[in-house]
């Protein structure tokens, strides 16, 4: 499956740890929302995903990546050292340009 360059980005980010990385794929003023928590700010979004990163360990792997017109809907199963893994996710994307203004994360 060919993805966009940014998501593949994103993916490649999280499997290799790098927080910083992985925000500088947002807008400036980005959000996400993941379990009941809302983050905004590419440094919000750092430090969210530096700390789920090393709570779960987590890694994605794409399964499927559907688009239309700014707004993207990305399948992965993402393993970690969390109950229930692995575990099929939806990351639901609003794009702005090459960058991502908002994702929601649901199972």
């Known amino acids: 499956m060919k993805l966009p360059n940014n998501i593949e980005g ?5 499997n290799n740890q790098d927080s910083t990385t992985f925000a500088e794929y947002f807008t400036a003023d980005a959000t996400v929302a993941d379990e009941g928590s809302s ?4 440094d919000e979004i750092k430090v969210w995903n530096r700390q789920t990163t090393k709570k779960y360990q987590m890694h994605l792997k794409p399964i ?11 399948t992965v199963e993402v393993t970690g050292t969390f109950p229930g893994s692995p575990a099929v996710m939806q990351y639901h994307l609003e794009l702005d340009g090459t960058l991502i203004s908002s994702l929601k994360i649901t199972a």
């Open 10 to 14: 994103l993916i490649q980010a999280q």
């Open 39 to 42: 983050y905004s700010g590419r």
């Open 64 to 74: 499927d990546f559907n688009q239309t017109g700014s707004k993207g809907e990305l």
